[in-house]
Structures are given as C-alpha cells and as structure tokens.
C-alpha cells in the first residue's frame, strides 16, 4: 500500500523529472506550468510546525501560517502539520498554490467560503453515487470486458463492504440507487467531520467517483490505483491511439497528488477520533 504523503511529496519531482526529460521545451513547460494563476516568489527559508494546545500550527520563518481569511491554519495531528509544511519546503523558486492542495484543504475547511456543514456535503455525495464513473459500462465489447474485469472487483467490494446491491448501466442512462444504499452511505458520510468530509468530496471530484474514493479510505484500493481505473477508459483510447507524450503522465500525477493529498486529511481525522475514544475509554475503566 502506498503511503499518500510520500505520493503526494513525490508529485513535484515527477512533474521536474518530466520537465528534466526534455519533451516538451522548458520554457514551454513553465509556461503551462504557471498558466491562468499568479505566482509568488518563495520568500521564506524555513518551514517548521508548533504545537499550541491541542492544535498544531504550520510556521514559514517563526511566522504562523494563515488562511486566505486571515484566520491561523490549525490542524489536529503532527502528522498533517508535518505533510502541511513539507509541502510548503517542496516549494523552490515560486510558490505554485494550485499543486498544494493540502494547504488548500485545510483553507477551506477553517474559512467555509460555501457557508456549508456536514449535512450539506454529505447529501451531494449521496447524489454524486448516481452519476459514478463505475456504474456507466460502455456499449463497446471490448471495453466493456475491461471495465468488468477492472471495475467488477471494486464493485463487489462496496457492496459487501456496505451490504447494498449497486448495479450497473449501459449508455447514458442514470443506474437505480436504492433507499436503502442512500442511507447507508450517508451514515457513513456524517460519520467524519467537517474537514474529513470536505477532503471526501474534493478526492470524489477528482476521481468522479465515490465508490474508488471510499476503496481508498478504506485501503482496498491506493491512490495510484484509483486514479488508473478512474481513467480506465482514457487509457484504453491510449492504448488504440498512442499517448501524447508528458501530457498523459502529468494529468496522472495531479490526480493522484489530489486523492493522495484527500486521503491524508481523512486519516488524520480518523486517526485523531480512534485516539479520543479510546483516550475516553480508558478513563472509563
């Protein structure tokens, strides 16, 4: 199993080392690299995190890291302080905020710009399960006997794991959900917090998939992993029509920077309730 924090560190060699291939012109490279969002030159040397309370606190220069609202970025566990700030030191001559999406994570999770809560969140994912990549199998033969070979195993595994009876569709048409499967999954939802929950929906968007994300947080599937069955059929095109070089390997990478950088979020948070009721527990023996 891959560990999402090295995945999610590593994102920034490999997009250098495509860069480093010489396949595409570097200037060229930067160009896309940095297109449709202003850049900030690093101005900081050192990354480090503080603990205050229960909390821990990201620090560039001894200065605490705040959130576009101005609010201090807290977060509950060394682990994620740790990731937070490592992405931060990954960080060379400009400041590439689009590819920090644990920083943004927790940014959105402390400033709520979509005044949501829990419930919110959890009821969209509910409806997101409809239009699940892995439910439409294609009308073409041949990729609808690589789809049940790829996605048939994940999809017996949410519907043991869940004890619902998902089926699939063909074409364009919506596959049944059934009451019962809706609530299930939101129970499951409204189990994790509100930043768990908004790491959930971010990792689901970019696999266009709740049933990959949730093999994911339940580590029957890696991160890697998900990302190569969410893009079966774009690899299977690949396959037919060839690959355009870097292009391919850098949407992979990004995807998977997301869902590992997802994954992260939501194990801290797990993580952190597993040890709060078991701290409780034992205070209750």
């Known amino acids: ?124 994912l509910v409806d997101f399960i409809a239009t699940d990549t892995l439910l439409f199998y294609s009308e073409e033969e041949e990729l609808k006997k690589l789809q049940e070979k790829k996605w048939g195993p994940v999809l017996e595994w949410f519907n043991k794991r869940f004890e619902v009876k998902q089926v699939v569709t063909k074409g364009l048409e919506l596959p049944p959900i059934a009451t019962n499967t809706r609530a299930v999954l939101a ?33 029957y599937l890696d991160p890697k992993e998900a990302v190569l069955l969410a893009r079966l059929e774009e690899e299977f095109q690949v396959m037919r029509w060839g690959r355009v070089p870097w292009a391919h390997e850098l949407n992979q990478a990004e995807l998977t920077a997301r869902v590992a950088a997802s994954l992260i979020v939501i194990h801290s948070s797990s993580e952190r309730h597993s040890a709060a009721n078991k701290s409780q527990g034992d205070r209750n023996v």
Request: hydrophobic content about 40%; aromatic content about 8%.
């Open 187 to 219: 129970r499951y939802f409204l189990s994790y917090d509100f930043p768990a929950l908004n790491a959930m929906c971010f990792g689901i968007e970019a696999l266009k998939s709740p049933i990959l994300m949730l093999a994911c947080v339940d580590r």
């Open 1 to 124: 199993m891959l560990n999402p924090i090295n995945v999610h560190c590593k994102m920034f060699s490999v997009i250098n080392i495509i860069k480093k291939t010489n396949v595409i012109n570097p200037q060229i490279f930067d160009a896309v690299k940095h297109r449709c969002y202003a850049t900030h030159k690093r101005f900081y040397r050192r990354t480090d995190i503080v603990q205050n309370e229960k909390s821990w606190e990201i620090t560039l220069d001894h200065r605490r890291l705040k959130t576009p609202n101005g609010r201090v970025l807290t977060v509950n566990t060394e682990p994620l302080a740790r990731a937070i700030a490592a992405e931060w030191d990954a960080q060379v001559e400009y400041i590439s905020q689009p590819t920090m999406h644990l920083t943004a994570l927790c940014n959105t999770a402390l400033d709520n710009p979509g005044k949501l809560n829990s419930h919110d969140i959890a009821s969209y």
